[in-house]
């Protein structure tokens, strides 16, 4: 599978999964029936998806950034950069909009590197989530080996992860 098809995938499961749960898209029954009013949301009522510039990682590759937004005032942003979940604004009852995962103000935090291994931070890590201990595993009485990339592991996918793919829009 192509790794833009993947992105394009990963990141309709992730926008339908997130938005079904708050009611991404309001649908009326009758088209021609008044639509109710919000009053703590005064935005569009319309979903929108805007796709924006968002630097450029080290090697100089330019990374953008995909804003999905909905009339009930929730905004994803998720970067090309390995389908990565930048963020989440979900407004409270009040109204008041908060982000409400983990992410970076910008490419750096997500190409980061250093003694510890760096947050999986919105990451769409694919293929195995967690670890695989000793990088070995057993499939309907067949060994498999697969590569180790932490500590005598495989985690999050081994050395191909998909955070440090480029999807293609």
């Given amino acids: ?54 630097g450029q990682t080290q090697k100089g590759k330019p990374v953008q950034r995909i804003v999905l937004s909905n009339a009930h005032g929730v905004t994803a942003r998720i970067l090309t950069y390995g389908a990565t979940l930048q963020s989440l604004e979900v407004p409270d009852a009040s109204g008041k909009s908060s982000n409400v995962v983990l992410g970076f103000k910008d490419i750096s935090g997500y190409e980061a590197t250093g003694p510890s291994p760096r947050p999986y931070f919105g990451a769409t890590i694919g293929r195995v989530a967690n670890r695989i201990p000793n990088g070995t595993f057993m499939l309907d009485d067949k060994k498999y080996d697969v590569p180790l990339n932490a500590n005598g592991n495989a985690i999050h996918g081994g050395k191909l992860v998909l955070i440090k793919k480029f999807g293609k829009l």
């Fill in 1 to 54: 599978m192509k790794f833009s098809k993947l992105l394009y995938t990963a990141s309709s499961a992730l926008a339908i999964g997130l938005f079904a749960s708050v009611s991404f898209f309001s649908v009326s029954v009758n088209a021609f029936a008044k639509p109710k009013e919000d009053k703590i949301f005064q935005q569009s009522k319309v979903p929108t998806v805007s796709i924006e510039g968002w």
